[in-house]
């Protein structure tokens, strides 16, 4: 592992995906020493339904500084995230009678990479990269969903824990 800057001496360390730089305060994942997990990233998005009318999706993204808001089902397992991209999508495609019966799951995608919270974050890093998305969704053993690991947040950390 790569020497500890003093700031950062007592906590728990974590070598990242990128460089060898270390994770000051990220717990390594319990099975592979070395490497910190995604779940300890993730940020919890909004949700919505699936049968949530996609004019309060709209609202909540225009509202709040939220990019994503992931579409869940009754267990609380995703099933894809709708965007402000999506949004516009659903309105050009629909006439004003099928928009008011328009669902969040209507406008939702896959989202892109659903990653197990036990992840390395050097493998979810290469998930994302390996498909050039912004975000993946994090989910744990039951395929619940733990919140949204954003490329931004895995740069954000490192650059912050320089």
């Known amino acids: 592992m790569p ?8 906590e728990v360390q974590a070598t990242s995906w990128w460089l060898g730089d270390t994770w000051p305060g990220v717990s390594p994942h319990p ?16 949700v919505a339904r699936a049968d949530a009318p996609l004019d309060l999706v709209a609202r909540e993204l225009g509202d709040t500084a939220a990019t994503v808001v992931v579409v869940v089902d009754d267990d609380d397992r995703p099933l894809g995230v709708v965007t402000a991209a999506h949004v516009l999508r659903c309105v050009r495609r629909r006439s004003k009678a099928e928009l008011a019966r328009a669902t969040a799951l209507d406008a939702a995608t896959s989202g892109g990479a659903f990653i197990p919270a036990t992840t390395s974050l050097k493998i979810a890093a290469r998930m994302l990269t390996n498909d050039e998305r912004p975000l993946g969704v994090v989910i744990d053993e039951g395929g619940r969903l733990i919140g949204v690991l954003t490329a931004t947040a895995m740069l954000r950390a490192l650059a912050l824990n320089r």
């Open 31 to 46: 099975d592979e020493a070395g490497t910190a997990e995604a779940g300890a990233l993730a940020r919890r998005p909004p």
């Open 3 to 10: 020497s500890v800057p003093d700031q950062f001496r007592g």
